[in-house]
Nanobody, 119 residues
Framework: VQLQASGGGLVQPGGFLRLSCAAS????????MAWYRQAPGKQRELVAR???????NYGDSAKGRFTISRDNAESTVYLQMNNLKPEDTAVYYC??????????????WGQGTLVTVSS
């Protein structure tokens, strides 16, 4: 079982990006899915979280600009980021509670995708 994130890159201030993260493997069920980020010299922080039924919550930095969504059929979580600012520059990590066939629930981290906001 793994989480594979993609979609990061270099974008100008005011621009947008869409991150994707797909869970793969012998999955039985997927519960909460989330995005975190870690900027250089800072602690990892929650960006947004979405439950299996679509309830969302956002970190203060993401409110009004970012939207988290998911496709349960594809076990994929998305993060639409609009009006990006230089302070959004960070490595973005997806996180999910997954249950593999024959195993208990576990929390997994993806490998991270770098978002750089710069002119």
């Amino acid at each position: 079982v793994q989480l594979q994130a993609s979609g990061g890159g270099l974008v100008q201030p005011g621009g947008f990006l869409r991150l994707s993260c797909a869970a793969s493997g012998t999955l039985l069920s997927v519960n909460n899915m989330a995005w975190y980020r870690q900027a250089p010299g800072k602690q990892r922080e929650l960006v947004a979280r979405i439950t299996s039924v679509g309830t969302t919550n956002y970190g203060d930095s993401a409110k009004g600009r970012f939207t988290i969504s998911r496709d349960n059929a594809e076990s994929t979580v998305y993060l639409q980021m609009n009006n990006l600012k230089p302070e959004d520059t960070a490595v973005y990590y997806c996180n999910a509670d997954l249950r593999e066939v024959g195993a208990n629930w576990r929390n997994y981290w993806g490998q991270g995708t770098l978002v750089t906001v710069s002119s």
